[in-house]
T-cell receptor, first 115, second 115 residues
Framework: DTEVTQTPKHLVMGMTNKKSLKCEQHMGHRAMYWYKQKAKKPPELMFVYSYEKLSINESVPSRFSPECPNSSLLNLHLHALQPEDSALYLC??????????????FGPGTRLTVL | AQKVTQAQTEISVVEKEDVTLDCVYETRDTTYYLFWYKQPPSGELVFLIRRNSFDEQNEISGRYSWNFQKSTSSFNFTITASQVVDSAVYFCALKSNFGNEKLTFGTGTRLTIIP
């Protein structure tokens, strides 16, 4: 299995809702990532988990809360989002840890719309 | 600071033509990694190639080839005999061998192959 899966594919939520994005990989990768991508822009890193511990938080607002329940799963909990948070949210995983140039494998993304 | 520049915002070519996507990077690190990713309209980022800074050999994979020139800090990507399925946004990215897992992306080049 050489893929990263993400659910849901599309999500529409109101500003008062609580929702979660899910990401799963079964490649034995020990680093997992959340990215946010706005239209016509490159992906922006949000969080990195390394060996199930949060290693990087790129000053993301607290309305985004990541969670790594185990080495295969990565969640992103959403609460009280703003319309400007509407974007494509990409999950990725990498076989190698900090300091080594392991390529990142991306999932298909969740297209989030905040009303 | 690291930087990746993809000066070509959009390129259109007729099917079967060859096309080269430019990528110029800046880094102070002596060891680093360069990547190309393809993002079709479906949204998923597809890994194409990784090259480390010690390996200046050019690479060919089918209709794809990459030219890494450390002297000019460039890592260009050529598609030979382009096909409609090559239409996508292509991102060049850079990663240091030290510090964290952060990929520095270029702004992307939108390639349209005209049938």
């Amino acid at each position: 299995d050489t893929e990263v899966t993400q659910t849901p594919k599309h999500l529409v939520m109101g500003m008062t809702n609580k929702k979660s994005l899910k990401c799963e990989q079964h490649m034995g990768h020990r680093a997992m990532y959340w990215y946010k991508q706005k239209a016509k822009k490159p992906p922006e890193l949000m969080f990195v988990y390394s060996y199930e511990k949060l290693s990087i938080n790129e000053s993301v607002p607290s309305r985004f809360s990541p969670e790594c329940p185990n080495s295969s799963l990565l969640n992103l909990h959403l609460h009280a989002l703003q319309p400007e948070d509407s974007a494509l949210y990409l999950c990725a995983s990498s076989p190698e840890n900090s300091g080594v140039g392991g390529e990142q494998f991306f999932g298909p993304g969740t297209r989030l719309t905040v009303l | 600071a690291q930087k990746v520049t993809q000066a070509q915002t959009e390129i259109s070519v007729v099917e079967k033509e060859d096309v080269t996507l430019d990528c110029v990077y800046e880094t102070r690190d002596t060891t680093y990694y360069l990547f190309w990713y393809k993002q079709p309209p479906s949204g998923e980022l597809v890994f194409l190639i990784r090259r480390n800074s010690f390996d200046e050999q050019n690479e060919i994979s089918g209709r794809y080839s990459w030219n890494f020139q450390k002297s000019t800090s460039s890592f260009n990507f050529t598609i030979t005999a382009s096909q409609v399925v090559d239409s996508a946004v292509y991102f060049c990215a850079l990663k240091s061998n030290f510090g964290n897992e952060k990929l520095t992306f270029g702004t992307g080049t939108r390639l349209t192959i005209i049938p």
